[in-house]
């Protein structure tokens, strides 16, 4: 699939489902997509917490927001957010709600280059539906070198990367949406980046569900 008909097959679903349902599970009822936001949410404020001063709010890239949930939520905790991503059709509806501290542009994830730098990058559930090894690395490069100097950035991720976009219906014991999470910072070089394979092999052995 290349990236136009990513970008098609991502139009379409947020078209067509619900806001949770278009980045969350679609086999599963609200109820339990709010239970696979949350979950996601916590484990994200638990990170950004490492960076966060109380005095100051920070500067956050959320990369691959789709319609916005994390971007906001972030937001109303004082943070000032810039949320990408690929769709159209998911900007158009994260404008639509956006307020004063969150503002969103279309843009590929290797194309984002606001003249600032940021405090905190993430991105949740995106990266593993990158499906060539070049743009994940090109990808996985340019959001490394979005954040100042002694700030972070977080890949909270769910398994491997499938062979066609889309977050998984269930996971292990058919829990949907089992969550693996990055156990540990990472520092991306700037002059090269790690494989999509490479790294899948890491988070197997360090992450935790």
Known sequence: MNSDETTAYWDQRHRRFSP???GGVVGIDAGANEIFYAMRLGRLLDLVGD?????APLRVLDAGCGKGWFARAMARFGHRVDGIDISQAA???CRAQAADQDEYAVSALADWHPPYMYDVVYSVDVLFHVMDDDAWAD???NLASL???GAG????TTGPRPTTPGPPTSGPGGCPGTVRWCSRWATVPTSSAPTA????RSDSSSSTG
Not at 51 to 55: A, F, G, I, T
Not at 197 to 200: D, F, K, L, V, W
């Open 197 to 200: 394979s490479a790294t899948r």
């Open 51 to 55: 960076v966060s001063e109380s005095r």
């Open 153 to 156: 950035s977080s890949c909270p």
């Open 147 to 149: 954040v100042r100097l």
């Open 139 to 141: 990808s996985v490069r």
């Open 20 to 22: 949770l349902s278009s």
């Open 91 to 93: 900007i158009e509806e």
